[in-house]
């Protein structure tokens, strides 16, 4: 994703807003100093629950200009991504698990000239998507089931993280290392101190203060992730 003002990102999730005032939430979050939206796309059959189609991102498209992380979470995503691209999806992220060919999805994201990420699920092994780190990115690595936003943080997500950075970084590859699912204050130091430079943030952002307060915090968790990582001071 192109150039960087902050040193790890922080999108905050459409899912956790109001739906009913989500242009309201997409102002306060970019006033907030969002660095990019996450659009947490479902189908009801990858997913046990259904989300945001092709017309809601035409729509966020149009409130904001930050870049637009769509996680689609769906079969079949092959058949959906010019949709998605066309209607202003920056990175189109899909699942490991949705596709045998993802070398061939990742493709044709680029050919539609939107940046290609792949995510996997908990109970995937990261080895399963190390081979196409440099054709994606971005990499999205689950630390909840997905399905729900406001779930709990599962900590066996941290090694994975934690070699996707050794890989990342020896082969000298450019792809953002994301973390999606139960990011709080707590675990968005402990992600980032494991190598995270993109952390999608739903309930953290949207519930309990206000966005600002929350980026505001998260924000300050990442320095001090940052700072376990021995990147600063
Ligand atoms: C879960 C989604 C997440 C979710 C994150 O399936 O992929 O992006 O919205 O929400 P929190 O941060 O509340 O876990
Ligand atoms: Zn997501």
Redesign the pocket.
Known sequence: MAPRKNPVWLAP?L??ADPGALGDAIRAAEEAGADAF?V?V?DGHF?PNISFGPSWVSAIRRRTRLPLDI?L?IEAPQKYLEGFAKAGGNTLVFHAEATDRPAEVARTVRDLGAQPGIAIRPETPLSSVTPLFGSLDELIV?S?H??????TFLPEALPKVREARATIDREGLSLELSV????TVATAREAVAAGASFL?????AFVGRTVSENLAELRAATQLGRRDRGEVR
């Open positions: 999730s899912l956790s996450h947490d479902m997913v996680h979470m689950m909840v997905p399905g729900f936003s406001g779930q999606d699912g139960g990011i999608v943030c739903g309930n953290s």
